[in-house]
C-alpha cells in the first residue's frame, strides 16, 4: 500500500467516526418522521405534504434539521434524468404548473405551524429530537430543476416578499440546483432578490463527460455546469453538492474521483467563493434498482481527497 492510500485510509477511518454519529442521529430522526415507513432509516424517508400541493417539510441531514420545500416543478420538468432521483418520470405529474398564490398560502400556513409547534403534535413527530425541529431553511426545489420553474421570478419575488413582512422570525433561502439554468437571464433577476444569508446549493456529480452522462443523462456539456457555476461563485458563495450513488455494487473509480477533484481546483483557482463541499449518496428509494448507497467509509475518503487537493472544505452528510 502506497503512503497517500495509507493517508486516505486512515483519513477515512477518521471520517467514519466523525461523521457517523451525526449520520446515525440524522437517520433515527428521519425514521421517526414518519408513521411505519416503507424504507429503511439507512435510506431516508420521503417528503412530507402535510396535505399541502406544493410544499412540504422533511428531516434533512444536509440541513441539519428540518426544511421546509417548494416543489417548483410539479409538473417534473427537468433537463437531467439522474439515476438517483426519487421521482418516476413513467407516472403522469401531479400538478401541471407552479400555482404561485396557492403555494404562497401553504408556505404560510406551513410556517405557522412549525412555530406555533403543532407540527410536534403531529404523531409522526413526537419522537423527533427537538432540535431537528428547528426551521433551518426553505428551498427552492422540487421534482424537476427549479430554475426551468415556467414562473420562477414570481415565485421568488412572493417568497422573498414573505420574508420581509416579518410575519415570522427571518429564514434563509435555499435554491437547489443543477446549475445548468443560472445563466438564464430571468434566473439572474431573481437571484438579485436573495440576501447574503440565502445560499446557492449547485449539483457536481462528475469530473468528465462520460460519467456525468451515465450518472446525470444531461441535456448540457458538464463545462457548461463548470462555467455556470463559477460565474455566480465568483459574485456570491455557492455551496456545491456532490451525490455519489454506487450503481451495480460500484462506485465511482478513482480516475473520475481525481477529476472531480481537479475540477473543483480549477473552479476555485479561477475565482469561485465555494464555502463548502456536501459529499453523500443515495439515500431515498428510486426507481431505479441498480442504484443505491456508498459506504460511509467511501464517502469520507472521497472528501478527504477534496480536503488535500483542492483545499475547499468538504463534509458527509
Known sequence: MSMKSS???????????????????????????????????AFGCPRDFLDNRFVYAVISPRARGLSVGVNMNPDQRCNFDCVYCEVNRSEPAKELWLNVPVMMTELERTLALIHSGGLRELARYQKVPR???ELRHVTLSGDGEPTLCQNFVEA???????????RFPFFKLVLITNASGLDRPEVAEALQLLTPR?????????????????VNKPDCRLERIQTNITSLARAR??????????????????FEIEAY???????????AQIPLVQIYSATRPTPHSDCGHLPLRTLSAIA??????SGLKAEVF
Not at 477533484?261 to 475565482?271: H, I, K, N, S, T
Open 7 to 41: 493517508l486516505h485510509e486512515r483519513a477515512a477511518d477518521a471520517g467514519v467516526r466523525k461523521d457517523s454519529s451525526a449520520t446515525k442521529r440524522a437517520e433515527e430522526a428521519v425514521a421517526a418522521s414518519q408513521p411505519a415507513p416503507p424504507c429503511g432509516p
Open 131 to 133: 432540535e431537528l425541529l
Open 156 to 166: 421568488v419575488e412572493a417568497v422573498v416578499h414573505l420574508r420581509a413582512r416579518r
Open 198 to 214: 440565502d445560499e446557492v446549493w449547485a449539483k457536481l456529480d462528475s469530473g468528465t463527460q462520460e460519467y456525468m452522462d451515465r
Open 237 to 254: 458563495p455557492v455551496v456545491i453538492q456532490s451525490l455519489f450513488p454506487s450503481i451495480n455494487g460500484e462506485g465511482p473509480s478513482e
Open 261 to 271: 477533484v481537479q475540477r473543483l481546483r480549477r473552479m476555485r483557482e479561477a475565482g
Open 304 to 309: 478527504q481527497r477534496v480536503r488535500e487537493e
